[in-house]
Nanobody, 126 residues
Framework: QVQLVESGGGLVQPGGSLRLSCTAP????????IGWFRQGPGLEREGVAC????????YYEGSVEGRFTISRDNAKNTVSLQMNYLKPEDTAVYYC???????????????????WGQGTQVTVAS
């Protein structure tokens, strides 16, 4: 299983923006759909967004629809998550993972995926 590396998190005020990045140091992301997931304090990990291998199909969890945008640059081996109008409830550790199961707004990791990276902390607070 491929382990991906997340970066770009930080502390931001409500209404602010952050851009997260996901890459694979030793693997190519091209040919793989990629999903972003998050785990808030005391909560289970949930799917946030996913993008197909060519960047044509994108899916979002309902609470982030219209605020978050997932994109990819296969030449740079990077998948990004632009997060705008951030809310305190967006506070979480954000992870990316390859080959998620995306069915509309329901986004789940591939069955049996265990190679989660360290994630990147996003804190939305004033």
């Amino acid at each position: 299983q491929v382990q991906l590396v997340e970066s770009g998190g930080g502390l931001v005020q409500p209404g602010g923006s952050l851009r997260l990045s996901c890459t694979a140091p030793t693997e190519s992301l091209a040919g793989s759909a990629i999903g972003w997931f998050r785990q808030g304090p005391g909560l289970e990990r949930e799917g946030v967004a996913c993008i197909d291998d060519r960047g044509r199909r994108k899916y979002y969890e309902g609470s982030v629809e219209g605020r978050f945008t997932i994109s990819r640059d296969n030449a740079k081996n990077t998948v990004s998550l632009q997060m705008n109008y951030l809310k305190p409830e967006d506070t979480a550790v954000y992870y990316c993972a390859p080959d998620p199961v995306c069915m509309g707004s329901r986004i789940n990791p591939q069955p049996g995926y265990r190679s989660w990276g360290q994630g990147t902390q996003v804190t939305v607070a004033s």
